[in-house]
């Protein structure tokens, strides 16, 4: 019974803070306002700010509740105005005439809200590039509602002012729109990284490829100018490898000796050479029936 009794005092008391203490309203509203943004899934400190001091072209300071970022460096500015006294006196009312006339001030007080945020001039900022409206966000739902179905001018005069009143609801739409910017803008960004990439990726292969083709010519003119020189070393008769073993053989002493591989491969190239030497002169007889050449000549 006790903590009954306290929540139903604390009830009271914040029902009276938010009726009578202006304070006490906008900082309800401010709460309210932060909560549709995080239910949007916006990021405070990345896609929006606030309580963000602003400074217009004649030095005036403006403080807005909150600013949206936009990509492209744009800003989206919501001011929640909360105007809960003539609406507690139309749900509260006794008959008919009384509600309606807690209604008219309830429209008279968001319309002077309206007034009063469109002579701030957020929308032209200095250095801001803002849309052309700035947001009004009334944080109770039914009492934007009615507001707009009891007067269907007040929502056109206010676009007229550069003022877009919206509740809870339509609030929620508006930054989940900016929030769906936002993604479009990220995937953008990546479709840009992926393509530049790309690009980068393919001259570089382009490039590699094009090394890879010098390489592989040098590796041919390597193995050209290797075969060649090989052939001056070990290949025929009277290479320079057989040269230099007559020479040790002859008596010659050198320090050091040939390889035995380098050796024994230029041996099998002379005696190779050899070979096919006497097989031409054999070649030769038996191609004139074995009569000496002479003879077959004649």
């Known amino acids: 019974m006790s903590l009954n009794r306290q929540l139903s005092d604390d009830a009271h008391a914040l029902t009276r803070a938010l009726k009578g203490q202006v304070k006490a309203q906008g900082a309800w509203g401010e709460l ?44 989206l500015v919501v001011d929640a105005k909360v105007s809960l006294v003539a609406w507690n006196a139309h749900v509260n009312a006794g008959d008919d005439a009384e509600r309606g006339e807690a209604m008219r001030r309830h429209v008279e007080s968001l319309r002077g809200h309206v007034k009063g945020l469109a002579g701030r001039n957020y929308e032209q900022l200095h250095g801001a590039r803002s849309p052309d409206f700035v947001i009004m966000f009334v944080p109770v ?70 090394d890879l083709e010098k390489l592989g010519d040098r590796l041919r003119q390597a193995r050209e100018s290797y075969d060649s020189a090989w052939s001056r070393l070990a290949k025929g008769r009277g290479n320079l490898v057989r040269q230099a073993e007559m020479l040790r053989e002859l008596g010659v002493k050198p320090s050091k000796t040939l390889p035995a591989d380098t050796l024994a491969r230029a041996l099998e190239e002379e005696r190779g050479g050899e070979a096919r030497g006497d097989a031409a002169l054999r070649v030769g007889p038996a191609a004139t029936g074995g009569a000496s050449p002479a003879a077959a000549q004649g």
């Open 141 to 210: 739902e039914a009492a934007f509602s009615a507001a707009v179905a009891q007067d269907d001018a007040l929502w056109q005069e206010a676009w007229q002012r550069n003022v877009l009143i919206v509740g809870p609801a339509s609030l929620l739409f508006v930054v989940r729109t900016v929030a769906q910017l936002w993604r479009q803008a990220r995937q953008d960004r990546n479709a840009r990284e992926i393509a530049e990439r790309g690009a980068e990726l393919y001259d570089r292969f382009v490039s590699f490829a094009a």
């Open 32 to 75: 309210i306002l932060e909560r549709v943004l995080e239910a949007a899934g916006l990021r405070r400190g990345s896609e929006y700010e606030l309580q963000v001091s602003l400074v217009d072209d004649e030095g005036r300071r403006l403080q807005p509740d909150a600013v949206l970022r936009l990509p492209e460096d744009r800003l």
